[in-house]
């Protein structure tokens, strides 16, 4: 126990040196008697580049699509955690093809992966889709805002590493981003889809999991999400953002006080942070205006018009589902003010239909599970005669 602790360290003459990976809380009675300090940070990417290399047995010949500037960028690993990924990505390329051993790109990405100890789970929630942009059905403009996030992340290396950026900026190294619009719009399948084309795992962040009533726990919450990101490489997704990255009030009690601390806190480690956050809201001006400078990209998601809506009914039926022949949906995209999101659910009630007849899914099948959805809603549909 603690006295104990004390009274050997008191009477020892030698050297003692006490290491932990996580941040010691020493009492202050330990750390008075501590004569130096030594914070280990993780390696920088230029480093962690080195690192891999040096890992690497040089017998070994690595696969053409081996880049290992990628790998030090995408995963904030020590020195050891690198170490393990190689010897895992070995050992599997050795029980594969013993008799000409060469590690691809999937090896050490699967291997690197395999390292993490995620307690992201606790905050939140994998997601993973098989979608590209080609599955996207957003106005042109929009699109193009898109590929110039992907060519922003893609070349991020060269101009911190390469240029020097670096040197001049000592935070805000990340790339922050908020996409805005109405429920239904795309902002989330949008932020999924560029986690695919990226090829980088997506935590879509539960808020409710993160804020918690006890002081305190809502500040741990956030720097384990970020950190954990962080070590593994992820996106994380804010949904609904506007919950926890709303404005700073002035403070009137403990509650505001508190709430904006929370405000502060997300300031400090999205400047820290190296990756990617993506924020979604239909509320854009819950949003601290301290957010707003720290974004790199905004998008604004537009209500579909009518051609983007036929065109979104026409992309969501797959091809091997049975349709009857001559569905109009310019019509669909003319009779009926859907977002894309209840456009999907008025397609998947209508395929129910379908299946529960033994039959094609048909025109009247896509109109009346539209006017269903627009009751759901609580809109009045454009038309109902006949449909009950």
Known sequence: ???LLLSALDRFCG???LASNLEMMMDDAVERRVTLQIGFELPSPSLRRQIWKLHLPKDIELDEDVDLAELADKYEFS??????????ALSRVLAEHPDAPRPTMQHLDTAARSQIRHRL?????????????NDLVLPEDVFEKIQEILAA???RRVIFEEWGFSERLPTGRGLCMLFRGDSGTGKTLTAEVLGSEIGMPIYRVNIGRIVSKYIGETEKNLEKAFH????????????????IFSKRVDVKDSVDRYSNMEVNLL????????GIVILTTNLDAA???????RLNFKLDFPFPNKELRAHIWRRIIPDRAPIEDGIDFEVLGEDFELSGGSIKNSVVRAAYMAARRKDVIRMDDLERAAIQEYRELGKLPPYSEGWG
């Open 121 to 133: 789970a606790k905050l939140a929630t994998y997601s993973r889709i098989s979608l590209t942009l």
């Open 79 to 88: 020195g050891g955690h690198i170490r393990n990924s190689i010897q895992v």
């Open 267 to 274: 300031l400090q480690e999205i400047e820290r942070f190296e």
């Open 15 to 17: 050297l003692t040196i």
């Open 228 to 243: 954990e990101a962080a070590l593994s490489g992820s996106i994380l997704l804010f949904d609904e953002a506007d919950a």
């Open 153 to 155: 992340v893609r070349n």
């Open 1 to 3: 126990d603690l006295p």
């Open 287 to 293: 949003i601290d205006d301290a957010f707003e400078r």
